[in-house]
Structures are given as structure tokens and as C-alpha cells.
């Protein structure tokens, strides 16, 4: 028994299941001129597929520590009334987690701006009654920033009329207002007490917000050069909606996980988060062979910890609200031995 990418139960045959790990690491070298994985790797994955345990895990010595995006409202999520501090401790005290996330409802940059001075307190709270390090966290998402919700043109929309160089132009006045954003947050966190930063969801709106989140990271790092700083990416390939736009003289649209790394360690990242997307008419084998071809990568071109994200729909786990275990063990034990991850 395996599943489909969108969490559907199938049966497959050892043959079904070594084809599709070797077609699914094929897409994603040639995709990425990669690397795809080796026999022995393949063989692992088999294994791995073949158990009939419903959890698995990685074996001892292989441990990783993991990070969290959006904490404070996973447990909001489930219509359990406890305060934010108390979300905290319920993970660090409860579930052993090994870092901490504070964190808005409404998880982005643009909107958390006029509600800092009510999570400063907060923050200042969390780091006194716990011990493992805290993050404060939220998304970049560069679309806040155009029409009906911004003060610039919606490029969406000026594009499939041709107005490329306005919708540049639009990008360009977006990007400002949201390194403004991001660092305003980051300053005012990390001055109450946060350990560190995270930029979850990185380049959902492409290029352009790659670029915003990579100069926040930028400047946040040369005022406070101590600061931890995760970049959570939001999928595995840049998309190109400006096209043209350039990072240390590297054109940011199309570039992989492998490619992304590094222009994310040059920024000041600290810790990088690559996002593989999961393909939901695919079954988990194929998927998880892709996504750990991308990751491995991905990790041996880092020189920063690597926490691969493994969660709804992407990191070879089913696009499901809530993730079957089965595949979530599966698909983390397979990229911390495969990938040699620092965390996930």
C-alpha cells in the first residue's frame, strides 16, 4: 500500500514502484541538470516503500532538529482557546519541539506591520519563560502590495495586455514597499528578544518577491549581524513573472533549489528551506524520488543548514490539510539519510 500525491490509498507492485522512482528522479535531472539518484539510492527508497510499518523513522545518530512556520496558529487551527505564550510552551514542554515560532493569524509581513506593537510584548514574554530559540515569522507575499489590496497596478493584470514595462515598473514599487515592510518587522522582533527571522513561503509571486526577501535578509544582516535568519522557499522553481530581474548578477527566474541556495547564503540566510512541489496524479514514489533528487542538490551545494520543507503538498508529502503519517515518516526519513539534512 502507497499513496497518490493528493493522499489517495493505492496498491502498487515492487516493479510499479521502482519504475516510478526512477522515472520520478529522472524529471527532476533533467529538470534541474541534476544529478539523479543512484542505484543504491533507488534501492533504499524501495525498501523504504516496501515496509509494511505504518511509521518509520530515522535510525539513531541520524537525528535532525526541526523548524516550524506559522506555530501560533496550528493549535488556533484546531479550536483550542490557549494563548499564544501557552502555544509555545504546548510545543517546546509538550511536543519537544526544538524551536519556537511566534507568529500572526493574518501571516505576512505587509499585515503584521500595524499589529508589531501588540506582538513586541508578546515576544518579550516568550523569551523568558522558554529555552529553545524563537523565530518570528511570516511571508513576504508580494501580492498584498497590488490592486484591490496595494498601492501599485496589479501586474496580473497589466500583463495579458501587454504591458510588460508598467507591470516592471509595478514590481519595482512593490519590492520597496516590501523590503520596508520586512525589515521594519525584523528589526522591531529582533529588538524584543526573537532569536531570529523567517521568510515562509519565499517567491510565491516570483522573481520579483525572491528578490524583495533576499534584499530584507541583506539588510537585516548587516544591522544586526548575530541575527538567525530562515528563508522558506515556496516551491522549487522561480517563477518568472518580471523576468528580468537580477541578484548579484544572477537572473532569478528559473533558478532551482540548488541555485537558490546560494544566492540565499550570499544574503545572509542562515537557514535555507527548500520546497518541492508536490504532482497530486503521481503516486508518493515518484514524487519522493523527485523530491529528494532536487533536495540532495540542493544541500550538497549549501554551505548553510538546510531544513527541507516536508508538509501539505510538498517535500514528496501528499497535498492533504492534514498529511497522512505514513507518508510524512516516509518522506522525512528518506530526505534526512538521503540529503544528510540538517533539519526539516
Known amino acids: ?193 526573537a532569536d531570529g527571522i523567517n521568510f515562509d513561503t519565499t517567491a510565491a509571486a516570483g522573481d520579483a518577491e525572491f528578490y524583495a526577501a533576499l534584499k530584507a535578509a541583506e539588510t537585516l544582516k548587516k544591522m544586526y549581524p548575530q541575527m538567525g535568519i530562515e528563508m522558506g522557499m515556496s516551491g522549487e522553481f522561480i517563477l518568472g513573472m518580471h523576468g528580468e530581474i537580477e541578484y548579484d548578477g544572477v537572473r532569478l527566474a528559473g533558478l532551482y533549489p540548488h541555485q537558490q541556495v546560494k544566492l540565499a547564503q550570499k544574503a545572509g540566510v542562515t537557514i535555507f528551506g527548500p520546497a518541492i512541489n508536490i504532482v497530486t496524479n503521481e503516486s508518493l514514489p515518484w514524487n519522493l524520488a523527485r523530491s529528494v533528487t532536487f533536495t540532495k542538490a540542493c544541500t550538497e551545494a549549501s554551505e548553510i543548514p538546510v531544513h527541507a520543507n516536508l508538509g501539505m503538498g510538498v517535500g514528496g508529502v501528499p497535498l492533504t490539510l492534514e498529511p497522512p503519517l505514513d507518508a510524512v515518516s516516509r518522506a522525512s526519513k528518506a530526505h534526512v539519510e538521503i540529503c544528510r539534512l540538517d533539519g526539516l
Not at 9 to 36: F, Q, S
Not at 144 to 164: H, V
Request: proline share 5%; aromatic share 8%.
Open 1 to 193: 500500500m502507497t499513496r497518490m500525491g493528493d493522499g489517495g490509498k493505492i496498491d502498487m507492485t515492487e516493479a510499479e514502484i521502482r519504475n516510478d522512482l526512477e522515472e520520478g528522479t529522472a524529471d527532476a535531472a533533467k529538470r534541474g541538470e541534476i544529478v539523479p539518484l543512484g542505484s543504491d539510492e533507488i534501492d533504499y527508497l524501495l525498501d523504504l516503500f516496501k515496509c509494511k510499518d505504518r511509521v518509520v523513522g530515522v535510525e539513531h545518530g541520524k537525528e535532525c532538529c526541526l523548524s516550524y512556520d506559522n506555530m501560533t496558529s496550528k493549535i488556533e487551527r484546531a479550536h483550542i482557546a490557549v494563548s499564544k505564550l501557552q502555544q509555545l510552551q504546548l510545543f517546546e514542554r509538550a511536543l519537544g519541539a526544538d524551536t519556537l515560532e511566534l507568529a500572526h493569524i493574518d501571516y505576512s509581513f505587509k499585515q503584521v506591520k500595524h499589529i508589531v506593537v501588540f506582538d513586541k510584548p508578546v515576544m518579550e514574554q516568550a523569551v523568558l519563560i522558554t529555552i529553545a530559540p524563537i523565530f518570528y515569522g511570516a511571508m513576504p507575499n508580494l501580492g498584498l502590495y497590488s490592486d484591490p489590496d496595494g498601492p501599485c497596478p496589479n501586474p496580473g493584470e497589466l500583463i495579458p495586455m501587454g504591458k510588460f514595462d508598467e507591470a516592471r515598473e509595478s514590481y519595482a514599487r512593490a519590492i520597496e514597499f516590501a523590503v520596508k515592510d520586512m525589515v521594519y518587522v525584523g528589526r522591531e522582533l529582533y529588538e524584543a528578544g
